[in-house]
């Protein structure tokens, strides 16, 4: 299967400062990426979607001016957790899609821990 | 509205007893349906696509398999190494393929 590769795989900041989260598809051209937040014990929770040159779609209830998307490249994909605050604390999980093909590829997740 | 319904919740086999795990869907013009591993603190793994009901997939000890309703997860002798977070997912958005995830089922195999 394709490969998507986030980096960091956690992450520790202070409160009030930013943190970028990287997603990149390794081995396809990643026409959509997608943008996840998870809770202990809970399934995925869509926060984003972002296609190649284009602004990203939030979900209702997403702050887009905290999560801050940047999809520049056909292989890269960012998140960006602005002004990170304890209740950002989470495990957050990008996914990739090919041209043409419906299956989506994850990448390993990030930790954030906000302190 | 599309959803998808996961059964059980968790399930507690002892190793080599076989069991199914199940995936609800209501979807309108079902274009796929997947089945993805998830291990702790890790992203989920893809394992399968089915397309069209009557279609099976098979890799090692585990067997999907597609009606118009529901999708089933056949996991035959399994070891504790299949102990993991077993979710199926759906495409609900034409265009930039959006994904409805069942709530999963959490799997550990007893030694």
């Known amino acids: 299967g394709a490969v998507v590769s986030q980096h960091p795989s956690w992450v520790i900041c202070k409160s009030g400062t930013s943190v970028k989260i990287e997603c990149r598809s390794l081995?396809?051209?990643?026409?959509?990426m997608f943008w996840y937040r998870q809770f202990p014990k809970q399934s995925l929770m869509l926060m984003a979607t972002?296609?190649?040159?284009?602004?990203?779609?939030?979900e209702q209830g997403v702050e887009k001016d905290k999560f801050l998307i940047n999809h520049a490249s056909l292989t890269l994909s960012t998140l960006t957790v602005t002004s990170a605050h304890p209740e950002d604390s989470s495990f957050y999980i990008c996914?990739?899609?090919?041209?043409?093909?419906?299956?989506?590829?994850f990448g390993q997740g990030t930790r954030l821990t906000v302190v | 509205e599309d959803q998808v319904t996961q059964s059980p919740e968790a399930l507690r086999l002892q190793e080599g007893e076989s069991s199914s795990l199940n995936c609800s869907y209501t979807?309108?013009?079902?274009?796929?349906l997947f089945w993805y591993r998830q291990d702790p603190g890790k992203g989920p793994e893809f394992l399968f696509t089915l397309y069209s009901a009557g279609e099976e997939k098979e890799k090692e000890r585990l067997k999907a398999t597609l009606t118009k309703k529901e999708s089933f997860l056949h996991i035959t002798a399994p070891k504790p190494e299949d102990s993991a977070t077993y979710l199926c997912a759906v495409p609900t958005n034409f265009g930039n393929e959006k994904l409805t995830f069942g709530t999963g089922t959490r799997l550990t195999i007893i030694p």
């Open positions: 081995d396809f051209q990643a026409t959509t």
């Open positions: 979807v309108s013009g079902l274009r796929g």
């Open positions: 996914s990739a899609t090919g041209t043409g093909d419906i299956r989506a590829f």
């Open positions: 972002s296609n190649e040159g284009s602004k990203a779609t939030y």
